[in-house]
């Protein structure tokens, strides 16, 4: 049974994402509750085969189609198709901190959707998101990757334009939707460009064949832009704002854990394909500094001066992509220098980035979530008609302000570990690249003080705010409890989670 | 090198976290012990106070009129932002194809 590991991850929430419609029509609490099992269940095996792949270094690999799928080799194939999936410590890595946050959003939002909100489609919308977060995850071949990665897109368009009786949803989701086209297109193109030089699809074999060509270096960005505008990297990133500000508050933290996802083909492309020719990995991890400074320093500067709290928020996530393009990068162009002190403070500096990737997750998804409440209390998201929620939500304030002491790197949170991670290896890299992080930091508190001064404080607000729903409560609560453990633990998910990831993703 | 230990700091969070948790304490101890206790909640007490200015005005400071300093003194740069990032979907493509082609032209090596 657990061979066939990587194919459940995909096939569970595919199958109960088409199961859900005929149940719904049935019985509402059925979906709901057939939703969340499927949920869980991806969430138990991908905790399940954490020990054997984190500490014994086990790697899965799925032939589909073959009569034994775990030959790699075509040899053993019963249908002409080869679908390779393949699950390592990196993939793991995103694999966990995926499953761990969709059940959390899942919660969240069946309190936060309401049933006349066609909740049928908003369910299977959201679990056809996860089945394309997941194949994304473990697809071990390009074309695998393409057509996940376009289930997620299609899936996160439509939930972006969820609200259609709304004037503004439609139109964020057609953005999104364009963005996703563009992107995939040209990422297909990188393929072709692959696939016609080595006659094949399948990562690892590519890994080995690449040569650095002219046509590969086409091929590589061809295949990493795309991903990078997914991920919302500056000057790409415009889309985030308008689609993040329009989705319903789980829809947006899901969106953005979609880019996060998206962010992991970035880094396994770049690492798989950049890292064993220096002429290539070098400049790579340079233009990653590059787009890593831009986007902390656009994205906060431009959140600062928003009025809207969801695009402020969006405009963060923007930012703290930054931090975690800077830590890869400065990983990227020395880890594979020949130099073992260099490697040595790359390899940091690559734990510091990926670190950065789930502590953003979670305080990220926890503002998300909390700007829903905002929203649903004020009806507004201007935050000029904000004011006095910690006169009557105590759980929301705190909570609120965990995440943004959190994202503004204040100790003992978990924001802070990974950033010092960064400050403290980027620093020996180029010690400017660590001011303007930390200046980025300092601007990240000044902009959520702004948030909490004007919807928390000030004087109490006219309406008296309903009492939160116990599943929305405990959502938030599950992300603030996480943010504090990794921020007063960090070495025990360091050392088991975060260092195999990074190892795996060296030695790839 | 060894992961969280910089030059001038060890982070040990269960020790911070101890001294906070302590100071709270001393905190709660010296208000119960010296702190007034005939605090009336019901009249103008609870409302808070806002030296040299009136509630009225302080009600007119929003957050669009926060960093309004900051703000200032960033025009010029903020007026290239807006100019350059109009969020069309035009914007979207130009912006894309500009970055292809800066990155093919370094990664191949016509730019370095």
């Not at chain 1, 393929?191 to 064949?209: P, R, T, V």
């Not at chain 1, 008296?464 to 960090?490: H, T």
Request: proline share 4%.
């Amino acid at each position: 049974m657990i061979k066939h590991v990587p194919i459940l991850l995909v096939a569970i929430p595919l199958l109960v994402a088409f199961m859900i419609p005929m149940i719904g029509m049935v019985n509402r609490t059925a979906r709901t509750v057939i939703g969340a099992i499927a949920l869980v269940m991806i969430l138990a095996i991908s905790y399940y085969i954490a020990g054997d792949v984190m500490l014994h270094g086990k790697i899965f690999y799925y032939m589909v189609g073959s009569s034994n799928p775990e030959i790699i080799t075509e040899h053993g194939l019963t249908f002409p198709i080869r679908i390779g999936l393949k699950i390592d410590p990196f993939s793991l890595f995103f694999i966990l901190m995926a499953t761990t946050l969709v059940f959390i959003f899942y919660l969240f939002s069946i309190q936060y959707i309401e049933e006349n909100e066609r909740k049928n489609y908003f369910t299977v919308l959201f679990i056809c998101m996860v089945a394309g977060m997941m194949g994304l995850l473990v697809a071990n071949d390009l074309f695998t990757f393409f057509v996940f990665l376009e289930i997620l897109s299609i899936s996160s368009a439509a939930l972006v334009a969820f609200r259609t009786e709304r004037k503004h949803p439609p139109y964020a989701g057609y953005k999104y939707m364009f963005v996703s086209a563009v992107a995939t297109s040209f990422f297909l193109l990188g393929i072709a460009f692959l696939y016609a030089q080595y006659g094949s699809f399948n990562i690892d074999y590519l890994k080995e064949a690449i040569r650095g060509t002219l046509l590969d270096k086409i091929a590589i960005v061809l295949l990493i832009i795309p991903l990078a505008m997914k991920s919302g990297v500056v000057p790409m990133h415009m889309w985030i704002p308008d689609t993040y500000s329009e989705a319903p508050a789980p829809i947006s933290a899901m969106v953005k854990l979609g880019s996060l996802i998206c962010l992991y083909g970035l880094f396994r492309i770049s690492f798989s394909f950049g890292l064993s020719h220096a002429h290539v990995s070098y400049p790579l991890g340079v233009l990653f500094i590059v787009f890593g400074v831009l986007s902390m320093f656009v994205g906060v500067t431009q959140a600062l001066v928003q009025k809207d709290v969801k695009r402020l928020m969006a405009f963060h996530a923007v930012s703290q992509v930054g931090y975690m393009l800077l830590g890869m990068g400065v990983g990227l162009s020395v880890v594979k220098s020949g130099d073992a002190s260099f490697a040595l403070f790359g390899k940091v500096a690559m734990i510091g980035g990926l670190l950065h990737v789930i502590n953003n997750a979670l305080y990220k998804g926890l503002l998300f979530l909390t700007s829903g409440v905002l929203v649903r209390h004020f009806k507004t998201r201007n935050l000029d008609a904000m004011n006095g929620l910690a006169h009557y939500d105590i759980f929301t304030t705190v909570v609120f302000m965990i995440a943004a002491l959190a994202i503004s790197g204040i100790p003992p949170f978990n924001g802070f570990v990974s950033k010092i991670i960064i400050y403290e290896s980027v620093f020996q890299y180029n010690p400017v690249l660590t001011l303007i992080a930390i200046f980025v930091s300092i601007l990240t508190l000044a902009s959520f003080v702004k948030v909490f001064y004007s919807a928390f404080l000030g004087m109490p607000s006219k309406k008296r705010p309903m009492e939160q729903p116990v599943l929305i409560k405990c959502s938030m609560l599950l992300l603030a409890v996480f943010i504090v453990a990794i921020g007063i633990f960090p070495q025990g998910i360091l050392k088991i989670i975060i260092e195999p990831a990074v190892n795996a993703l060296v030695n790839f | 090198m060894k992961i969280l230990q910089v030059e001038y700091l060890h982070w040990a969070p269960l020790f911070w976290l101890g001294i906070f948790i302590g100071l709270a304490i001393v905190v709660v101890v010296i208000g119960k012990l010296f702190f007034r206790n005939d605090y009336n909640a019901v009249d103008q007490q609870s409302l808070p106070f806002y030296s040299g200015t009136s509630h009225t005005l302080l009600q007119l400071i929003t957050a669009s009129s926060l960093y309004w300093g900051f703000k200032h003194t960033l025009d010029a740069y903020f007026s290239i932002i807006k100019r350059l990032f109009i969020s069309d979907v035009e914007d979207f493509m130009q912006w894309f194809i500009i970055i292809v082609a800066i990155m093919l032209l370094i990664l191949t090596g016509v730019l370095l």
